[in-house]
């Protein structure tokens, strides 16, 4: 069974360009989410996806930061315009559908190491 | 929401003897806490995980505890390996939220 995928592993723009984030979660997972680690810090929860449907997007730092997950497969994070601060790896993970109160494993991928310049 | 504690931030053992990472959690509703392991340059790995209706959970020298009353958790690796060494992350969800919220991570380094 193939593991969540991330594309690409490493992004370096400038200040100001677009970036787009891909991940394609395992198959049949309908629970998809997306963290950050700036800096060395924590990871932090960005938003959640159950199928295509945003569950929650409480984390996104702001409106520079648009995630689609259309059709319910992969989804993408789109930074437009880019700041010095939206540096760090951004995590993507997975996880089987939920029953009530009964959080099921995230499954990381590998990431992808955002560099602004 | 949710605030995750974790200590401590570096840890360095000699291979053969025991590691323990404490952490905290803030809302009694989480019912939910894995702990991931990161090698540098690696996807966060879930290697153990427990839920609040258990106590103690364990896999091979890997032990989790949790005390609810106290709202705190603790990884316990024993005969530590090199092959340990690696950035762990505790985390706590469930209950309204399904993301989980992380620790700050603890650098354990196994001393061959």
């Known amino acids: 069974e193939a593991g969540v995928t991330q594309f690409p592993s490493h992004s370096v723009i400038e200040k100001g360009q677009t970036v787009t984030l891909r991940c394609d979660p395992i198959s049949g997972h309908d629970n998809l989410y997306w963290y950050r680690r700036v800096m060395g810090k924590e990871i932090k929860f960005l938003l959640h996806f159950v199928k295509e449907s945003k569950q929650d997007e409480s984390g996104m730092p702001n409106n520079r930061f648009l995630a689609e997950r259309t059709g319910g497969t992969y989804s993408t994070l789109k930074v437009q315009p880019a700041e010095l601060e939206d540096s760090g790896v951004y995590f993507c993970?997975?996880?089987?559908?939920?029953?009530?109160?009964?959080?099921?494993?995230?499954?990381f991928g590998d990431g992808t190491r955002l560099s602004i310049l | 929401g949710e605030n995750v504690e974790q200590h401590p931030s570096t840890l360095s053992v000699q291979e053969g003897d025991s590691a323990v990472i404490k952490c905290t959690y803030s809302d009694s509703a989480s019912n939910y806490f894995p702990w991931y392991k990161q090698e540098l340059g690696k996807r966060p790995q879930l290697i153990i995980d427990?839920?609040?209706?258990?106590g103690e959970k364990k896999d091979q020298r890997i032990a989790v505890t949790l005390n609810k009353t106290a709202k705190h958790f603790s990884l316990h690796i024993t005969e530590t390996q090199p092959e340990d060494s690696a950035v762990y992350f505790c985390a706590g969800g469930g209950g309204s939220a399904r993301q989980l919220t992380f620790g700050s991570g603890t650098q354990l380094t196994v001393l061959p």
């Open positions: 993970a997975s996880s089987q559908d939920q029953g009530q109160g009964n959080n099921q494993p995230q499954h």
């Open positions: 427990i839920r609040s209706n258990v």
